[in-house]
Each structure stands twice: as C-alpha cells, then as structure tokens.
C-alpha cells in the first residue's frame, strides 16, 4: 500500500512541476504581451516618423514610419493590413486566452497540491 501511495506521490510531484513550468511560461508571454501592447500604444502617439527596428539578433537599423498601418501575422504565415487600435484588440483577445490557461493551469496545480499533500499524510501516518 506505501509503495503505491509513494508512486503517486512521485507522479503527482512530476506533475506539479511540469505545471509550475508551464505557469511560469504563461507568466512570461503575459508580461511579453503586457510590454507590446504599450509599445503599440505609444507608437500610434508617436509624432516623430523616424525609429530605431530591431531587424533581429540584437541590430538595430533606422528607420522612417510611412503609414499609420501595422502589417500583422494572423496565422499560418498570412499577414493582414491593420489599425493600431486592430491590433491591440488581437493583443487583448491573445492576453485574455493566455489568463483564461493561467487560471486554468493555477486550478490544476491547486487540485494536484491537496492530493499531494493528502498522500504524504496518508503515508507518514
């Protein structure tokens, strides 16, 4: 009996840390989605049309703004033609689906650490 009660206390401890890591990514594309949507913000407030572009690996180019439209990537390699407010509402609706998994993944990990910790009691008494 202890050594089944040990084996899903193993398994439940695997699963807890499989969501812990799974929270903490979600966390960090919250964060990484939180910071874009500002920097849409403020780029449709931006007098100047000259920027600095990341072109990727840490180079940097100027640049001048032509058009108050964003070109996004919908899915699936598409690219639309957008409105700054078009596009924070598709950083909003990603954030609300990327919350909705955190609570979902937070739900999860609850229900996992009150077995857990049922189980340890089972086996030390």
Same mark, same amino acid.
């Not at 699963?15 to 990514?25: A, G, M, P």
């Not at 439209?69 to 609706?93: N, W």
């Given at each position: 009996?202890? *050594?089944?009660?040990?084996?899903?206390?193993?398994?439940?401890?695997?699963?807890? @840390?499989?969501?812990? +890591?799974?929270?903490?990514?979600?966390?960090?594309?919250?964060?990484?989605?939180?910071?874009?949507?500002?920097?849409?913000?403020?780029?449709?407030?931006?007098?100047?049309? +000259?920027?600095?572009?990341?072109?990727?690996?840490?180079?940097?180019?100027?640049?001048?703004?032509?058009? @108050?439209?964003?070109?996004? +990537?919908?899915?699936?390699? !598409?690219?639309?033609? @957008? *409105?700054?407010?078009? *596009?924070?509402?598709?950083?909003?609706?990603?954030?609300?689906? !990327?919350?909705?998994?955190? !609570?979902?993944?937070?739900?999860?990990?609850?229900?996992?650490? !009150?077995?857990?910790?049922?189980?340890?009691? @089972?086996?030390?008494?």
């Amino acid at each position: 009996m202890n *050594t089944e009660l040990l084996l899903k206390a193993q398994q439940l401890e695997s699963k807890i @840390k499989e969501l812990q +890591e799974h929270l903490n990514f979600v966390d960090s594309q919250i964060l990484e989605l939180d910071s874009f949507s500002e920097n849409i913000k403020a780029l449709s407030s931006f007098k100047n049309n +000259e920027i600095i572009s990341s072109i990727g690996k840490g180079v940097h180019v100027p640049a001048q703004i032509t058009s @108050k439209s964003l070109f996004v +990537e919908v899915g699936a390699g !598409i690219v639309l033609k @957008k *409105t700054h407010d078009e *596009t924070i509402k598709i950083i909003e609706s990603q954030l609300s689906r !990327i919350k909705q998994a955190r !609570i979902n993944i937070l739900s999860e990990l609850d229900s996992n650490h !009150i077995e857990f910790r049922y189980i340890i009691e @089972k086996i030390q008494s």
